[in-house]
């Protein structure tokens, strides 16, 4: 029938359900596409369960009626009815209309009573069996072939042996029965819970040490025990008495447990297919060791990482006296120590991310702890592997946090044991190298034996050194990646110009790692620290950096550079008057030992193209403001001034008695070693002070240098002190000194302060020092 010939209301009904099917349809394809919301899915879930609920009763009416058939042909052991209650016609037991009658009946009633519900459960849990089909626990053997031809399939119970996980479950059920970290003591006195604590703490030790020792012994067999031992951790089953110490010990225990059984090699888990495949008894021991290390392994890391995340975030605990705060503290140092001492080792890269995290702690023992470790992580690297890591970790955390950083965390990048990386991609050759070997292999016909011979063996040669030289390629990529992100987490500080607490460690990374910079940043670098060492609220450890960075780029490739050098030696000039007035031990070290580099490479690595009249200038302020130091500090400049004299020979004349010398006045108050006129004055009342000073090596480094520079006679210097640099002769005296360098002298500057204020010539500034030192010089003759 069309739509034309229908009558009024089967048009509408047609329209009506053309429209509802176009409805259906838009929504499902909008629910495909997940552009729908829950109460929409919701909704159209509950009408298509009204619409199917006829169906789906009809589909439970017939199983129900198949299982009640099914139930009556196949039990044989029903109980039969009387005759006189049977019908002759119709076995209304057996048939479909009594499920019909008893599913009524249930529906008016409500739910069946216990006892039908266990027989309809056994009915339906009843496992059929057929012809041929073996019984259930029994497994069959080899057929029996007798006599007369026919088989026997003989059958025996399974012997079913108990699983690892079956026995665990039976041995934790055991222990739940017992349950003795459960038990009640509040009926004790103290002094009986003293007791009972001593015995329950020397027990849980006695475990602790028994699991240890078993496992150092013989790991692969007893690596069961390394479960043990984690759940201890936990503080798993241990009484609420004891559970802190237990805790404690078993972590510090399993610890060292897994330090000395984990293997010289990162562990590959094994594939399925691998593990179906058939192996020896040794390897299948091997893999199964492996397997629990590795997962046990990985459970004390997420315990360690748990516990140390107290340490940082809202939630922090800083209060060192806390349980947390120890065990938090102890988490830190066990991923510090393995991954120190096995840096190879699975998730190793994972313990370095975490460390990295826990730098953001506001406890300083914490802060400590980590960059130590990762400090001590650079210098132990060899392959740079897990160096590049750590750099690229940090690198990672500087940005997202827009610099804000603990400045030991960026102290922690001097320490990589990189000198040198990678400028350019170069092809080793060693498919060449392999290629020329096949085809020599190939033409061994057309040779003799010992020309073949001869030349097999240079190949051979050749290709050991290619590979070499890959391994080494290997490790300056690496070093170069390193360093890469070690720069850009120097240039993102440095352009977002942060405080001096995070300037100081930037600006000493610049100035170790310059001469591994690539060229295009070489322009960028020299101008922001030209910019930057005008602050002058700059300290004068990071103005030294600032120069030191500009001139290692200038004495490298920098040296094409359009760049006049000029001011930065008129900054370090100006720099040397404000030594003598530190006061902190450490900060004096740094500043000589900075002062001595910088110098080193500004007047001596660079003497060709440094003028002797500034040369001299320089050496005529050193030498003046050695006179005001102690003895270590000045045997330090005292030191790199002798090495001025070897590499400029003409600045003999300042130390020459006869008069000669350059035309004019030396003018010691002009800050710019250029005009100050040097070569017009001497060095001989300052060496001369420096040769009275009690410290021997300095008094001998005086007279050496008051003498000409002699390497023969009675003014000779000893090899050992003359083949070092001079900032290397500081640290080696002052790590020679019982105590240690803990006090700055400041004996010399009193005395130049008392004789100023006798002539009432006003204190002692940097700006007028030269002129109270020259005073000084004079009345000390």
């Known amino acids: 029938m069309g739509f034309a ?44 369960k009204r619409k199917s609920k006829e169906s789906r009763q009809r589909l439970v009416d017939i199983e129900d009626d198949f299982v009640a058939d099914r139930e009556a042909h196949y039990d044989s052991d029903r109980e039969e009815l009387p005759l006189d209650m049977l019908d002759a016609d119709i076995d209304w037991e057996n048939s479909a209309f009594a499920t019909s009658k008893r599913r009524l009946e249930k529906t008016r009633k409500g739910a069946a009573n216990d006892s039908d519900d266990e027989e309809e459960g056994e009915v339906e849990s009843k496992r059929r069996k057929f012809d041929g089909q073996l019984e259930a626990g029994h497994e069959e053997l080899l057929p029996i072939k007798l006599k007369d031809g026919t088989l026997v399939r003989p059958t025996r119970e399974k012997f079913q042996e108990e699983s690892d996980e079956e026995k665990e479950e039976e041995n934790g059920d055991e222990e739940d029965q017992n349950q003795p970290h459960l038990e009640d003591f509040s009926h004790l006195s103290a002094s009986e819970l003293l007791v009972k604590r001593r015995e329950l703490l020397q027990e849980a030790k006695n475990t602790i040490a028994s699991h240890a ?3 150092l012994a013989n790991p692969q067999v007893n690596i069961t025990r390394l479960r043990d031992l984690y759940n201890l951790s936990t503080g798993e089953k241990v009484h609420s008495l004891v559970r802190e110490q237990v805790q404690k010990l078993a972590m510090a225990s399993t610890l060292q447990v897994l330090l000395d059984i984990i293997p010289g090699y990162a562990i590959r888990e094994q594939t399925a297919e691998e593990k179906a495949q058939k192996q020896k008894k040794e390897t299948r021991v091997l893999a199964n060791f492996e397997e629990a290390l590795l997962r046990y392994y990985l459970k004390y890391l997420q315990l360690c990482e748990k516990l140390s995340n107290k340490l940082v975030g809202k939630d922090r605990h800083n209060d060192e006296t806390t349980f947390t705060f120890k065990m938090g503290i102890l988490s830190v140092k066990a991923m510090a120590r393995i991954v120190i001492a096995a840096p190879h080792f699975n998730y190793a890269t994972n313990i370095i991310s975490s460390l990295v995290r826990l730098s953001l702690a506001k406890n300083e023992t914490v802060i400590k702890e980590v960059c130590d470790a990762i400090r001590t992580v650079f210098k132990e690297d060899l392959h740079l592997r897990i160096t590049l890591f750590t750099s690229r970790s940090i690198s990672a955390l500087v940005t997202k946090r827009k610099g804000r950083v603990p400045p030991q965390l960026l102290t922690t990048l001097l320490a990589m044991n990189i000198t040198e990386v990678k400028n350019e991609d170069k092809k080793s050759g060693k498919d060449r190298i392999v290629a020329k070997k096949y085809q020599l292999k190939k033409e061994r016909a057309n040779k003799t034996a ?3 011979k001869k030349q097999l063996e240079k190949i051979e040669a050749d290709l050991l050194e290619v590979e070499a030289e890959e391994s080494l390629t290997k490790k300056l990529k690496n070093a170069t ?39 295009e940043f070489f322009d960028d670098i020299v101008t922001t620290m030209e910019k930057m060492v005008t602050n002058e609220n700059l300290r004068i450890i990071d103005q030294l950096h600032c120069i030191n960075t500009v001139f290692v780029i200038l004495s490298g490739d920098g040296q094409l550079l359009n ?37 080193d490479t500004m007047l001596i690595d660079r ?21 005001v130091l102690d003895d270590l500090p000045a045997l ?16 003999a004349s300042m130390i020459e008695d006869e008069e000669g010398g350059a035309p004019g006045v030396y003018r010691q108050d002009i800050d710019d070693p250029d005009v100050a006129n040097a070569l017009a004055s001497d060095v001989r009342e300052e060496l001369s002070m420096l040769t009275r000073r009690r410290n021997q090596d300095l008094s001998r480094f005086a007279n050496n240098i008051l003498y000409g520079v002699p390497s023969t006679g009675i003014f000779k210097l000893n090899p050992q002190l003359t083949s070092i640099k001079s900032w290397v002769l500081f640290t080696q005296s002052i790590e020679s000194l019982k105590e240690g360098y803990q006090k700055v002298d400041t004996k010399y500057l009193d005395d130049i302060e008392k004789a100023a204020k006798k002539r009432s010539n006003g204190p002692v500034s940097p700006k007028n020092i030269h002129l109270h030192i020259s005073n000084w010089l004079s009345n000390a003759k």
């Open 563 to 599: 760049v006049d050098p000029s001011k930065f030696y008129r900054l370090a000039y100006r720099v040397l008057n404000l030594l003598p007035f530190e006061k902190k031990p450490e900060q004096r070290i740094s500043q000589i030992v900075m002062t001595a580099k910088t110098l």
């Open 636 to 651: 330090c400049l005292v030191s790199l001034v002798r090495s001025m004299f070897i590499a400029h020979p003409k600045l």
């Open 5 to 48: 010939s229908a009558t009024r209301e089967e048009k509408l009904k047609m329209m009506k359900s053309n429209s509802t099917r176009k409805a259906t349809k838009n929504l499902n394809r909008l629910a495909k596409r997940g552009k729908l919301s829950r109460e929409i899915r919701n909704s159209m879930e509950e009408i298509k």
């Open 213 to 215: 020792n078993m496992l």
């Open 607 to 627: 003497r060709k193209g440094v003028p002797l009249s500034r040369v001299a200038a320089f050496v005529k302020r050193i030498l003046s403001i050695a006179t």
């Open 481 to 519: 990646e390193a360093m890469k992100f070690a720069f850009q987490t120097y240039f993102s500080i440095l352009k977002r110009m942060p405080t001096s607490a995070l300037l100081a460690p930037v600006l000493e990374g610049l100035s170790k790692f310059a001469h591994l910079l690539s060229i």
């Open 450 to 452: 010992r020309r073949y």
